[in-house]
């Protein structure tokens, strides 16, 4: 056993301890060899053993394992060359702490410097003409040539929150949002040397004044033009965080799901999310202007209703003052009650699911473009939608800004040819065994499936065009479905299929009969009394008709190529989410 060694460090591998409370002593040893040395560097002995585990010589006593015995030369060499590595890395933590103390230092400095810069408007200069970020009107806004020969651009306010930023050399580039459109600033000298200008932050909102110029050959910006900064401020409250608080932090393009609809409010500040709402804004009035085109007069049904559309399975139900009510799942019934009146009809609405469905195509809440034509046919009614939903991108992409929104989200968008093509559910079923796509039991399709939506999906982005996909079995459609008078086993319905969504619009001839109504109430087990007022225009001069209903998400999904109908609505509602 070696001897007490008052220089000697000990390391016991089974029970002793790497701390900094550790002596490494022989009453209170290191476990490690690396850490010893650590701790302890270029002692005259490293001794080390394994009380527990220790290994035994044939014939020797138990206690051996207890002896100290110097450390390997190939172990004391890795501790001494691990003591080298980590001695080196401490030198160069160290000149970096001094480097970022100095850099913190120079920083505090400048920014002392910065605060006492203050800016005061020139009042000599031309008095600003306020805009929009978007305003081109050369009546309104002159540009100076880029090189500042020629006539004076035109001095303008502008108000918008930072977008970018970028700082080359001694001179600040910001875009301006403002919703309405981008605006780079230029800020020189002094501009570029303030605390608020060293300090911006993304999201700031500015108040900036300047002269308008082209910018230089070569250069780009929005519109092709810069605004040259002569003042600026930044109001209390103006201010938008910078470090972990920065927007940047707080949402990115590739981050989880869930914390991005968390944070949706800061979502939609971003290129994409802004220009999908803008799509969306484009294509509503385009539907409300095709429609006022084609004489349908708008009207508004209520959203709490006693009646069911699509089955109680999805209905939202609640108290309403000791009565049972529920959140509309689709204003179509309402809407036949006005023909009469008021000839066609349509309405923009929310309508309520309540789906337990998590599927990218579905929503508990979502905005309904339905519409109810009289005297029709089911020919023109497919004719009708073909031409609602053509005209409609057609006046969404005669806006040059939309257009370049949508060429922006969607590259490879190519207007739908006409007419769509036309299969009856049947030739689905049939195109569905020979292509060897089967239903959800694994088994071929046939007549009565419901075709679920992986398949319908996968048949209509491999035939890449508008289906109108019709003639849908009695059984798997809503009660008020006219049946096909010449195949009673089918309803004259439609659903239009687009690629990379399936299913945009659901319609359908509907039951002008009293008789055939009743019966089919019957069939379904529902009680005709609450729907009396319904049943009532087939009892008062009946009609040929029948309507849609098109879901303003999936129309978006499909024309801006979003994943998800999520993203195309302002703040999603689907099941385990009604926030915020």
């Given at each position: 056993?070696?001897?007490?060694?008052?220089?000697?460090?000990?390391?016991?591998?089974?029970?002793?301890?790497?701390?900094?409370?550790?002596?490494?002593?022989?009453?209170?040893?290191?476990?490690?060899?690396?850490?010893?040395?650590?701790?302890?560097?270029?002692?005259?002995?490293?001794?080390?053993?394994?009380?527990?585990?220790?290994?035994?010589?044939?014939?020797?006593?138990?206690?051996?394992?207890?002896?100290?015995?110097?450390?390997?030369?190939?172990?004391?060499?890795?501790?001494?060359?691990?003591?080298?590595?980590?001695?080196?890395?401490?030198?160069?933590?160290?000149?970096?702490?001094?480097?970022?103390?100095?850099?913190?230092?120079?920083?505090?400095?400048?920014?002392?410097?910065?605060?006492?810069?203050?800016?005061?408007?020139?009042?000599?200069?031309?008095?600003?003409?306020?805009?929009?970020?978007?305003?081109?009107?050369?009546?309104?806004?002159?540009?100076?040539k880029h090189d500042g020969s020629g006539d004076l651009g035109t001095r303008v306010r502008v108000f918008g929150r930072v977008h970018r930023q970028r700082k080359q050399k001694d001179v600040l580039f910001v875009t301006l949002r403002d919703g309405y459109g981008y605006l780079q600033c230029v800020f020189a000298g002094i501009l570029a040397k303030t605390y608020d200008a060293i300090t911006l932050a993304?999201?700031?909102?500015?108040?900036?004044?300047?002269?308008?110029?082209?910018?230089?050959?070569?250069?780009?910006?929005?519109?092709?033009?810069?605004?040259?900064?002569?003042?600026?401020?930044?109001?209390?409250?103006?201010?938008?965080?910078?470090?972990?608080?920065?927007?940047?932090?707080?949402?990115?393009?590739?981050?989880?799901?869930?914390?991005?609809?968390?944070?949706?409010?800061?979502?939609?500040?971003?290129?994409?999310?802004?220009?999908?709402?803008?799509?969306?804004?484009?294509?509503?009035?385009?539907?409300?202007?095709?429609?006022?085109?084609?004489?349908?007069?708008?009207?508004?049904?209520?959203?709490?209703?006693?009646?069911?559309?699509?089955?109680?399975?999805?209905?939202?139900?609640?108290?309403?003052?000791?009565?049972?009510?529920?959140?509309?799942?689709?204003?179509?019934?309402?809407?036949?009650?006005?023909?009469?009146?008021?000839?066609?009809?349509?309405?923009?609405?929310?309508?309520?699911?309540?789906?337990?469905?998590?599927?990218?195509?579905?929503?508990?809440?979502?905005?309904?473009?339905?519409?109810?034509?009289?005297?029709?046919?089911?020919?023109?009614?497919?004719?009708?939608?073909?031409?609602?939903?053509?005209?409609?991108?057609?006046?969404?992409?005669?806006?040059?800004?939309?257009?370049?929104?949508?060429?922006?989200?969607?590259?490879?968008?190519?207007?739908?040819?006409?007419?769509?093509?036309?299969?009856?559910?049947?030739?689905?079923?049939?195109?569905?065994?020979?292509?060897?796509?089967?239903?959800?039991?694994?088994?071929?399709?046939?007549?009565?499936?419901?075709?679920?939506?992986?398949?319908?999906?996968?048949?209509?982005?491999?035939?890449?065009?508008?289906?109108?996909?019709?003639?849908?079995?009695?059984?798997?459609?809503?009660?008020?479905?006219?049946?096909?008078?010449?195949?009673?086993?089918?309803?004259?319905?439609?659903?239009?299929?687009?690629?990379?969504?399936?299913?945009?619009?659901?319609?359908s001839m509907r039951m002008d009969d009293w008789a055939e109504l009743m019966a089919a109430y019957e069939r379904e087990g529902i009680d005709p009394k609450p729907y009396y007022w319904y049943t009532d225009q087939r009892k008062y001069g009946s009609s040929p008709h029948g309507g849609y209903g098109l879901g303003l998400e999936r129309f978006l999904a499909w024309l801006c190529k979003q994943h998800t109908v999520r993203d195309t609505c302002l703040y999603p509602r689907y099941m385990g989410r009604c926030t915020p």
């Amino acid at each position: 056993m070696a001897g007490t060694d008052s220089s000697a460090v000990y390391i016991d591998e089974d029970i002793g301890t790497d701390t900094e409370a550790t002596s490494g002593t022989q009453d209170a040893p290191y476990k490690s060899l690396q850490y010893a040395y650590l701790q302890k560097p270029a002692r005259s002995q490293y001794l080390t053993r394994k009380s527990v585990e220790g290994p035994v010589a044939d014939g020797a006593d138990e206690s051996s394992k207890l002896e100290w015995k110097p450390a390997a030369k190939s172990a004391m060499k890795k501790a001494v060359n691990f003591f080298e590595q980590q001695k080196k890395k401490q030198g160069r933590e160290k000149e970096l702490a001094a480097q970022r103390h100095k850099e913190e230092q120079e920083r505090e400095k400048v920014f002392e410097e910065a605060k006492k810069i203050t800016l005061e408007e020139d009042k000599s200069l031309p008095k600003a003409t306020r805009i929009k970020l978007d305003e081109t009107d050369t009546n309104i806004v002159k540009l100076r040539k880029h090189d500042g020969s020629g006539d004076l651009g035109t001095r303008v306010r502008v108000f918008g929150r930072v977008h970018r930023q970028r700082k080359q050399k001694d001179v600040l580039f910001v875009t301006l949002r403002d919703g309405y459109g981008y605006l780079q600033c230029v800020f020189a000298g002094i501009l570029a040397k303030t605390y608020d200008a060293i300090t911006l932050a993304r999201e700031t909102s500015m108040e900036i004044l300047g002269e308008m110029y082209e910018v230089p050959p070569g250069a780009h910006a929005p519109n092709q033009r810069e605004l040259h900064v002569d003042f600026y401020s930044i109001q209390p409250g103006w201010r938008a965080p910078g470090g972990e608080d920065a927007i940047t932090n707080k949402v990115q393009a590739q981050g989880d799901p869930q914390t991005l609809l968390d944070n949706r409010h800061l979502v939609l500040r971003g290129d994409v999310a802004s220009s999908v709402m803008f799509v969306r804004d484009a294509v509503e009035f385009a539907f409300h202007q095709t429609y006022r085109e084609l004489r349908l007069r708008k009207v508004s049904p209520p959203a709490l209703v006693q009646t069911q559309v699509e089955g109680g399975a999805t209905l939202f139900k609640f108290d309403y003052y000791g009565e049972q009510a529920f959140l509309t799942q689709s204003s179509q019934l309402y809407l036949e009650t006005v023909l009469p009146s008021m000839g066609d009809v349509y309405c923009i609405e929310k309508s309520f699911r309540a789906e337990k469905s998590l599927t990218r195509r579905h929503l508990s809440e979502y905005t309904h473009i339905e519409a109810e034509l009289d005297f029709i046919t089911f020919a023109d009614l497919l004719d009708h939608l073909e031409l609602v939903m053509c005209r409609v991108i057609e006046l969404t992409l005669a806006d040059p800004v939309i257009a370049a929104y949508i060429k922006e989200l969607n590259p490879e968008f190519k207007v739908p040819e006409r007419p769509f093509k036309r299969m009856k559910y049947t030739e689905a079923i049939e195109w569905l065994i020979e292509h060897n796509i089967p239903n959800e039991e694994g088994q071929p399709h046939t007549f009565g499936d419901d075709i679920a939506e992986a398949a319908e999906r996968k048949m209509t982005d491999i035939i890449n065009r508008p289906i109108f996909l019709t003639h849908f079995p009695v059984e798997i459609k809503a009660f008020y479905m006219q049946k096909d008078r010449e195949d009673p086993r089918v309803t004259e319905s439609v659903d239009c299929l687009m690629p990379g969504v399936g299913e945009i619009v659901g319609g359908s001839m509907r039951m002008d009969d009293w008789a055939e109504l009743m019966a089919a109430y019957e069939r379904e087990g529902i009680d005709p009394k609450p729907y009396y007022w319904y049943t009532d225009q087939r009892k008062y001069g009946s009609s040929p008709h029948g309507g849609y209903g098109l879901g303003l998400e999936r129309f978006l999904a499909w024309l801006c190529k979003q994943h998800t109908v999520r993203d195309t609505c302002l703040y999603p509602r689907y099941m385990g989410r009604c926030t915020p």
